[in-house]
C-alpha cells in the first residue's frame, strides 16, 4: 500500500484538492445566513459526495441534507445521515422499490411534477401509518422539470393528498439564476391557492448558490438548498456570491509540455476538469499566476495560454481553479483534505457515480 502523501508536493497528479479551512469557513458561514433569515439549509451532497462533509453541515446546524439520486441517498443513508430530500422525478419499479427500502431505514421526502409520477409512488407506497412525503416540483423560470401553473400545483397536490400512502409536503423549485424574487411570487401564489382549497404548504423549498446570500423571505421560502457553495468555483466568483480566496477546491495537474512561449499543456483535460463552461470563457485558471487561463480541453490534455509574460516549464506544478466544481468531484475516486501545504487526510468519493 502506498503510503498517504504528508504534504501537497508527494501528491501524484492530476488530483483533487481540498482546502479544509476555506470547506469548513463556507459551511459556517451559510449556516449563518440561513439561521439570520430564519430558513433552514438542507444542503445539497451532490458537490461533495462525501459522507464526511455532510456530517460537518449536520453538526454546523442543517436539518438535513439533499441528494440528487437514489444512489446518492443510499450512501449516505449508509453512512449515518437520517434526513434526506430527494428533489427528483422517481421513475420505473426498480427505482421505486430501492426508495422504498430506503423509506424504511430513514426521514425520506421526494418531489414530483406529474400525475404519472405520483401514480407510480402511490402503488409502491400504500402504508398510511407511515407514508412518503411528496413535494410538488414547480417550475419558476428555470425551464427544467416542474408544473407550469399554479393549478397544476394544486391538481397534484389533491392527487398527492387523496393517495393513502403519500402525504403532500409542500412546494419545491430551483429557480433561474439572479431571479429568486421572480420564484417568490410564484411560489407565494401557489402557496396561497393551495392554502384557500384547504392545503397547508409544510415546506416551501428553493436552492442555488449565486443567490444564497439574498436575505430570504421567510414567509415564502422555509428552506434552502445550496450545493456549490462548500468548495465553491468560477461560476460563483463570476455570479458575485465568492472570491477566489473563498474556493476550496482545485486540480493539482503538472504541466507536461511547452510547446511555444504562449501555450502550455497540462496532464488534466476533460476527464479531470470537465468541459462545463457554465458560460464562462475557458475551462479554469491557474492560482496564483496571472494571464494563465485553461482554453481548451481534450480527453488528457488541458491546453493554457500564457499572455502578459507568464511563463511555464515542464514540470512545474500549477493549481486550477476549475469553472464548476462539482462535476469535477465525480471523475475522481478520492480527495486531498489540506490545510495549508499539508495533507489532513485522503478521503474516497463515496457517492461518485451514483448517478441512479
Not at 407565494?188 to 415546506?203: H, I
Amino acid at each position: 500500500m502506498t503510503a498517504r502523501p504528508k504534504t501537497i508536493a508527494e501528491i501524484d497528479t492530476p488530483a483533487v484538492l481540498i482546502d479544509l479551512d476555506r470547506a469548513e469557513r463556507n459551511i459556517a458561514n451559510a449556516q449563518k445566513a440561513a439561521d439570520a433569515a430564519g430558513v433552514k439549509l438542507r444542503p445539497h451532497i451532490k458537490t461533495h459526495k462525501l459522507p464526511f462533509f455532510a456530517k460537518k453541515q449536520i453538526e454546523a446546524g442543517a436539518a438535513g441534507i439533499t441528494c440528487q439520486k437514489i444512489g446518492e441517498a443510499e450512501v449516505m443513508a449508509d453512512a449515518g445521515l437520517t434526513d434526506i430530500f430527494l428533489p427528483y422525478n422517481i421513475i420505473g419499479k426498480a427505482k421505486l422499490e430501492r426508495l422504498l427500502k430506503l423509506h424504511k431505514r430513514i426521514t425520506l421526502s421526494v418531489t414530483a411534477d406529474s400525475a404519472a409520477t405520483i401514480a407510480g409512488l402511490a402503488e409502491v407506497f400504500a402504508d398510511p401509518t407511515r407514508p412518503l412525503k411528496v413535494l410538488v416540483e414547480c417550475d419558476t423560470g428555470a425551464a427544467r422539470c416542474g408544473v407550469q401553473t399554479s393549478q397544476e400545483a394544486l391538481t397534484l397536490a389533491r392527487q398527492i393528498d387523496a393517495a393513502p400512502g403519500l402525504a403532500f409536503g409542500g412546494l419545491m423549485t430551483y429557480p433561474a439564476a439572479g431571479a429568486p424574487e421572480a420564484a417568490e411570487a410564484w411560489l407565494a401564489a401557489a402557496r396561497d391557492l393551495l392554502k384557500q382549497q384547504g392545503l397547508a404548504c409544510e415546506t416551501v423549498t428553493s436552492g442555488g448558490t449565486p443567490d444564497m446570500w439574498r436575505k430570504q423571505d421567510a414567509a415564502i421560502v422555509t428552506e434552502y438548498r445550496p450545493g456549490t457553495y462548500i468548495y465553491m468555483d468560477r461560476y460563483q466568483v463570476e455570479k458575485g456570491a465568492a472570491t477566489a480566496d473563498d474556493c476550496a477546491l482545485t486540480v493539482l495537474a503538472t504541466v507536461v509540455s511547452v510547446p511555444t512561449p504562449t501555450r502550455a499543456i497540462l496532464d488534466s483535460g476533460s476527464k479531470a476538469l470537465s468541459s462545463d463552461l457554465l458560460g464562462l470563457a475557458d475551462h479554469g485558471e491557474l492560482v496564483g499566476i496571472a494571464d494563465a487561463r485553461v482554453t481548451a480541453l481534450s480527453e488528457e490534455h488541458g491546453k493554457v495560454e500564457l499572455t502578459g509574460g507568464a511563463t511555464l516549464a515542464v514540470g512545474d506544478r500549477v493549481r486550477v481553479l476549475p469553472d464548476h466544481a462539482c462535476v469535477v468531484t465525480n471523475l475522481f475516486d478520492e480527495v486531498y483534505l489540506v490545510s495549508g501545504d499539508r495533507v489532513v487526510d485522503v478521503l474516497p468519493v463515496a457517492a461518485r457515480g451514483k448517478l441512479s
